[in-house]
């Protein structure tokens, strides 16, 4: 085979096996049999005169060949990909898959609404949403972009902010009326906190600031979580307190189910970014996704109700 003789599924395929760092993972996105991803691999080599990976019996990486090969690959894909979108039908025409990683909260809430607009706009999208609040591996899963709270974890990754928010102490009036408002962080040592997992931890230390002054208070509880979902559904069950994006739970708070305790003492801000890795391609359909939600989050006034 001649390296002429490429064919684009060839180049797609390797850059899966690449992203992945598996070859079975890479034949399951693209629903192939390993043996068929295998040979194609094989012919790929061949074609090349040079071996592209290195295999052993737990994992594979490129070689300094395969390496070349992959950023050369996903140019030339993404080049087409954004040469087919603006030329479809004379105008720009977006289409193909994007994956998308969101917080659980968010993901449900405000950031749907905004996906439901963007789809409405460009049908021949499909958006695949993957909801938690792990952080999932950018470079080795296939995700296009992902939303996130906090700063940027890594620097391999590239980060456009998209919105600040702060997160706020939140229970719900039944709670309230049966233990109690906190009138100050420190009471929140006498009251069943319920907390999410950051970065593999429970969190547990709660920090304000008021006048100038920062406070940091060590909080429990009988519940945690990996969810930040089922964080909410267990405050709204008048379960305990938890500190939240507002941005996740201003509908309850509007609605009234929830109440901001508090509200003399600041919380911390949380920013939100959209993350990609670095270097790279970004198709044209996921630029747009990226450029219209900094539009949509923009529009979000501090503390204002998200909308789509």
Known sequence: MNPRDLTLSQLELFVR??????????????????????AALKRLESAFGARLVERSTRSMRLTAEGELLRDHARRALGDIDDARALLGAGRETLSGDIHLAAPSDLGRGALSAMLDHFIEQHPGVRLALYVS????DLVRERVDLAVRYGELPDSSLVARRL????????????????????????????????ALYRSGRPHLAWRFERGGVNTTVRVQGNR???????????????????????LDVVDDLHAGRLVELLTDWRGEDFPLHAMLPAGRHMPLRVRRLLDFLGERFA??????????
């Open 224 to 246: 945690l979580a990996y969810d930040g979902a089922l964080v909410r559904q267990w405050v709204l069950q008048g379960l305990g307190i938890a500190t939240k994006a507002r």
């Open 17 to 38: 096996i690449a992203d992945a760092g598996s070859l079975s993972a890479a034949a399951r996105q693209l629903q192939l049999t390993p043996a068929a991803a295998s």
């Open 299 to 308: 529009q979000i006034e501090p503390d204002a109700l998200p909308g789509g």
């Open 163 to 194: 919105h600040v928010t702060r997160r706020v102490v939140v229970a719900s009036p039944e709670y309230v009326a049966r233990h109690g408002a906190p009138q100050q962080p420190s009471d929140l040592t006498r009251h069943n906190c319920i």
């Open 133 to 136: 609040d792990t952080l999932q």
